[in-house]
């Protein structure tokens, strides 16, 4: 297992002042097990009003681990969404695993579970977590139901219970199955959580540094949603659609792109709405999150 890095101690914010940042990146992210998936897509965003730009290359997790890592080096000031569940629900059953001695107390020791649970699988997949004997009993997967299951949709966050409040569709991160399942997506991106762990700020696990980048977790369709894109409509596949959008996050339009994929013009959408969401307060603040939650469930940004 990857031993933790531990970065400069940062400074914990105080008060109510409103954050500022100089940078907003927006990651489309994946849990297909092979280095370089195609769903893995970056945009980066600076304060003002230009367009985000499409960092386009083939991304792999590592790189994005490596990417992420040079921004807490340099101490940018960086609002970083990433798109998955950085975990399980806990607070409907007062567990991630009930039942399994193993289970883990909050988000750190769950990303850390995982992480050793998976370490001899490349590309910071987690197959050897879903096939764990107690693990894997909690999961819907391909002709395997695990019997703590416990059918329908699944257990669900509080916060995805919020998202669905807004008319958006959570789905539960012990289903595996299905095209819209995000468990794998998230089950990885607990791994690289557990790498970045104590080098950047993980809201709301960690207290907000004042310095240096913040990490939050977000849900691409909000973006969309709140941007005006109507419900049943999911993708944005075409430039004109995309700068219609942009432009009610007060963007100017964006650089044509080689390719238009809901992946691309997902991260690009979501970092200009980082851009104009960072400086409300209520947002850092939901009525919903409680101490226990920020510990164990963590919360979705943007939803109240």
Request: glycine share 10%; hydrophobic share 40%.
């Amino acid at each position: 297992m990857g031993s933790r890095q531990e970065g400069p101690t940062p400074r914990r914010r105080h008060g109510n002042t409103p954050l500022t940042f100089t940078d907003f990146i927006a990651i489309d992210w994946s849990g297909q097990a092979v280095e370089r998936p195609k769903g893995l897509a970056v945009a980066h965003a600076r304060a003002g009003d230009a367009a985000p730009v499409l960092i386009d290359r083939p991304w792999s997790r590592a790189d994005i681990l490596g990417f992420l890592g040079e921004l807490a080096e340099r101490r940018t000031r960086a609002l970083i969404g990433l798109d998955l569940s950085p975990a399980f629900p806990f607070a409907d059953a007062g567990a991630y695993f009930p039942g399994w001695d193993a289970s883990p107390a909050d988000g750190p020791a769950l990303w850390a579970l995982v992480e050793r649970l998976s370490e001899a699988d490349p590309h910071f997949a987690a197959t050897s977590f879903v096939q764990h004997v107690e693990a894997r009993r909690h999961f819907r997967q391909m002709g395997d139901c695990g019997d703590r299951f416990p059918g329908g949709r699944g257990r669900f966050r509080v916060c995805e219970h919020g998202q669905a409040a807004m008319a958006l569709s959570p789905y539960s991160c012990f289903n595996l199955v299905g095209a819209s399942q995000v468990g794998k997506s998230s089950l990885t991106g607990m791994r690289v959580l557990h790498r970045l762990r104590g080098r950047i700020g993980i809201w709301p696990f960690d207290p907000l540094p004042e310095t240096g980048p913040v990490l939050v977790e977000i849900y691409t369709a909000l973006a969309a949603r709140l941007a005006g894109m109507r419900k049943g409509i999911s993708k944005i596949r075409d430039g004109e659609t995309l700068d219609t959008l942009l432009a009610a996050f007060g963007s100017a339009p964006h650089t044509p792109l080689a390719r238009y994929d809901d992946h691309a013009t997902d991260a690009i959408l979501s970092a200009a709405w980082l851009r104009t969401t960072v400086s409300q307060p209520a947002l850092w603040r939901p009525a919903g999150l409680t101490a226990a939650l920020a510990r164990t469930e963590g919360w979705t940004f943007g939803v109240p």
